[in-house]
């Protein structure tokens, strides 16, 4: 049992002066810390503001660098910036969110390590809590694939992809050897895209120190069901996007679904057209295709399957009594959550419909940053009775790294690719990341690569197994 001694944000208003009126914002990703930096700089010191931030982790993750971590190009903690040194007056929480209650006015919360139950009540919210991977219904691949979203992700890809080369160096088996060296990443969006280009380099890095493990031995696959790669990136950019990366051997199954995968086959389906240009029915290690029993089902052979495909939000956005339509808040033109003055949803978990296009913005974390700030406006705007400013997003442009010193952009109108445009990108997200320390750290770790072959220090990692954690605090009724 945690006491709440009188500033603690434990349940209800305990210790709060009547006047007070507590902000609480749920999830610390780019929408959430950009909505608390910027009531931190337009409330100041309001002492009549209680302003709080839960989050599961107590850091703020720099996705667009993740695939880095994975080819071990940048250090783990490097990417990650402590949320407490951003958002220095905002009273953080490091804990889970189980339950929104708008019509109460509460947020559950379990602290993390132990910590047990918290209900904490709030006169505005910001709900930010972001998205997770989206196996569409499908368990066999949810249970055995590896994701690609959080820090742990990155870490335990990379583990893998270093205990594969391991065991297929001494591994005598050519069809084993060929399911340990095949790496499949299922989506060609951003995420999928960046993640293959980094594990290419990765692979072909690290196999130096594999002595048989020969060049052509390792395959990393991109499948997706689009007939296109990166979707709503400029035409001719995703087109050398793709040119570059089959000129290292990284190959394209476009219009291909995943149906299953257990561990050691990839049931693939091929759909209508033929727009990959690779062989119908042959796995990428030659096996033999159409094992999957449907004629239009194709089998890979591989042990490591990645997953990109799409995102879904929390989880727990669905337990919460707010409308949503496909598990997204739906949200008015202010991110207001409709029937709810005072609680705005932003980021990937908010459903914001584009009025000049009639469809919903696509998710990124420049949309993210841009919704955080509107909706920090608007809750100044609540609180000092002025009025709301609608949201109004102009993207300034997308970027993408596709491995070796390659990149391609779009930026103000300008459309690059190649070296130039992976020298921006690195600028351009060097420039975002939030600490001066980590922007330090990170630079360093890009010189660093340039002198010496990636590490290939397999760290034994344990796998997070939050569940298991929730069914014991289920018990315990603790106030924090
Ligand atoms: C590999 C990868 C590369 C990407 N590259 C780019 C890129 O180059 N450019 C770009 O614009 N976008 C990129 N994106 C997309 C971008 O990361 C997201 O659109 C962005 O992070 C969305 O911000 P958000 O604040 O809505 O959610 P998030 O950043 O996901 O933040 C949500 C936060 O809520 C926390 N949370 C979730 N559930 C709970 C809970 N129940 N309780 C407590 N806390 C919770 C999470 O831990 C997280 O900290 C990339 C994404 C990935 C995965």
């Not at 290292?248 to 049931?267: N, P, Y």
């Not at 002025?386 to 997003?393: A, L, M, N, P, T």
Request: glycine content about 12%.
């Amino acid at each position: 049992m945690v006491s709440d001694s009188g500033g603690g944000i434990g349940d209800g208003r305990r210790g709060a002066a009547k006047t007070r009126k507590r902000i609480v914002i749920a999830g610390g990703g780019f929408a959430g810390v950009e909505c608390a930096r910027q009531l931190e700089s337009k409330l100041g010191d309001d002492p009549d503001i209680d302003l709080v931030m839960i989050n599961e982790d107590n850091f703020l993750l720099f996705t667009p660098m993740l695939p880095q971590v994975v080819s071990g190009m940048i250090e783990t903690r490097h990417i990650v910036t402590p949320i407490r040194t951003i958002c220095k007056r905002t009273r953080f929480f490091e804990g889970k969110v189980r339950g929104i209650d708008p019509y109460a006015k509460t947020i559950t919360v379990w602290g993390g390590g132990g910590a047990g139950r918290l209900t904490i009540h709030y006169d505005f919210a910001v709900v930010a809590l972001g998205s997770e991977a989206n196996f569409f219904g499908m368990p066999d691949v949810e249970r055995n694939a590896f994701t690609m979203k959080t820090l742990n992700d990155a870490a335990e890809l990379r583990n893998r992809v270093i205990d594969m080369l391991e065991r297929a160096e001494n591994e005598a088996d050519p069809a084993l050897r060929m399911r340990l060296l095949n790496f499949v990443v299922v989506g060609a969006g951003f995420a999928g895209i960046e993640t293959a280009g980094e594990l290419m380099d990765l692979l072909h890095d690290a196999r130096k120190h594999y002595r048989s493990v020969g060049k052509d031995d390792v395959r990393v696959v991109i499948l997706e069901a689009l007939q296109e790669i990166l979707p709503g990136f400029n035409k001719d950019l995703a087109a050398f996007a793709k040119r570059r990366m089959e000129e290292r051997g990284i190959e394209f199954r476009l219009q291909s679904a995943v149906r299953a995968f257990d561990g050691e086959e990839i049931t693939v389906r091929r759909l209508a057209g033929d727009g990959n240009g690779g062989g119908r029915g042959r796995g990428p290690g030659g096996e033999d295709g159409n094992g999957g029993g449907d004629d239009d089902d194709e089998v890979i052979m591989s042990k490591t399957l990645i997953w990109t495909a799409g995102v879904t939000p929390v989880d727990m956005i669905k337990r919460a009594m707010l409308k949503t339509q496909k598990g997204k808040v739906i949200v008015d033109d202010y991110l207001e959550v409709p029937g709810f003055p005072g609680v705005f949803a932003v980021g990937d978990c908010a459903l914001f419909v584009d009025p000049n296009t009639g469809r919903p913005v696509p998710p990124t974390a420049q949309l993210a940053e841009a919704q955080g700030k509107t909706a920090a406006k608007n809750l100044v705007a609540l609180i000092r009775n002025h009025e709301k400013e609608r949201f109004e997003f102009r993207s300034r442009g997308q970027m993408a790294v596709i491995g070796k010193r390659s990149a391609i952009a779009s930026v103000f109108g300008m459309n690059m690719s190649g070296f130039w445009a992976w020298l921006i990108w690195r600028s351009v997200y060097l420039s975002k990341i939030s600490s001066g320390e980590k922007k330090i750290r990170v630079l360093l770790d890009w010189v660093i690569d340039l002198f010496f072959s990636r590490d290939i220090s397999r760290l034994k990692l344990a796998r997070r197994d939050a569940e298991k954690d929730y069914r014991v605090l289920d018990e315990v009724d603790d106030m924090w």
